[in-house]
């Protein structure tokens, strides 16, 4: 059963709970699921805090490209603590029930953290091309006062994304099941509840995620195509190689967030199927922010360094 409240002056029922279906229903398999889980979210928040501190700590990170890889970290941590401790809860304790406010809550800083980190990657691009393609200028062009503003411009983009998906989803009236089938609060999965002809409301939605998931990517794309452009007019191969180094990094990272990103919010609604969604959203909810400070670290000689000599000092006095 689930709860519900009559609303007598609309003469209609107003849903005030919602029930999270998870990834299964076999207690055993949850007991699994919830192990393996709780390991990852450890390991997300260890990798991403250890980035913060080296960045933190060490005097030759103090650069533009390690001020965006530590925003970046404290921003992984936020999206996932958005929704895996839930998860982790519902697991756990079998008890899937989440209330109206919290799951518009939820929503609202899922998509928050998710649009600030398109266009907190962005930003990393532009300075990876600031950087190879106008090496003179760089200290000009990304000194500290134009880091802090694309970073605040980054946030702010991912709160007027969310601000207006969540007010048009839950601004609607839901109504017969409450049953959520997925592990947080999504929106597709929300509209299937909703009263009556949801058409615009999905259009709308496609709309505000096509914006502000395509403009930060073509911002990308542009900053690429110069460095790739660049790359491409140097005239030994080490050099080539070593150029692109500096960059690889963040364009493995772009391509597993927004490759997975855009296959879920950007595709047809008849392609719509509830458990690939779910199972889809585990890729970028969980294993992006796993596999980013990895990549950063083994794919980074600089962060590797910065780690020996913290190693080194703490070791050896």
Known sequence: MFAKKENLLWNSTALFEFILLGLSDEPTLQCILFSIFLVIYIIILAGNLLIILLTLVDPALHTPMYFFLRSLSFLEICYTSVNVPKMLKNLLSGNKAISFLGCAVQTYFTFFLGGSECFLLASMAYDRYVAICKPLHYHVFMNRKVCMGLAAASWLSGFLMSFGHTSMVFTMSFCGSNEINHFFCDIPPLLKLACGDTSRTEIAVFVVAMIFITFPFLLILMSYAGIIATILGISSAEGRKKTFSTCSSHLI???????????????????????????LSLFYTIFSPILNPIIYSLRNTEVKGAFKRIWEKKAFG
């Open 253 to 279: 990272v772009v391509i597993l967030f927004y490759g997975s990103g855009c296959i879920m919010y950007l595709k047809p609604n008849s392609t719509y199927s509830p458990n690939t969604d779910k199972y």
